[in-house]
């Protein structure tokens, strides 16, 4: 069982950055892949970036490309995601999510509010 736990949202002005952070438990971390989701009010839940279990190969949303970047570091379990150049439209709950393989994502936070104001 994984349990992933995020941190790091709040509200920032347009142009702005924002670290989130998510930590998971389990000793299975660094098999997982890991993505970020995120769902605005009215709106589908859509991706936003994802990072293999090797930290080798990472992919983004276009909406995100050059501004947001996700890493991990498996020696504290935790996945981040580093966002700049904030924009209202990044308004959203953020959800961290799990994988092993190619499978669905099993593993779901309870997601972190990121508000940026105009």
């Known amino acids: 069982q994984v349990q992933l736990v995020e941190s790091g949202g709040g509200v920032v002005q347009a142009g702005g950055s924002l670290r989130l952070s998510c930590a998971a438990s389990?000793?299975?971390?660094?098999?997982?892949?890991m993505a970020w989701f995120r769902q605005a009010p009215g709106k589908e839940r859509e991706f936003v970036a994802a990072?293999?279990?090797?930290?080798?190969?990472?992919s983004y949303a276009d909406s995100v490309k050059g501004r947001f970047t996700i890493s991990r570091d498996n020696a504290k379990n935790t996945v981040y995601l580093q966002m700049n150049s904030l924009k209202p439209e990044d308004t959203a709950v953020y959800y961290c999510?799990?994988?092993?393989?190619?499978?669905?994502?099993?593993?779901w936070g309870q997601g972190t509010q990121v508000t940026v104001s105009s």
């Open positions: 389990g000793r299975t971390f660094s098999s997982l892949n």
């Open positions: 999510a799990a994988r092993y393989g190619a499978n669905i994502y099993d593993y």
């Open positions: 990072i293999r279990w090797s930290a080798i190969s990472t």
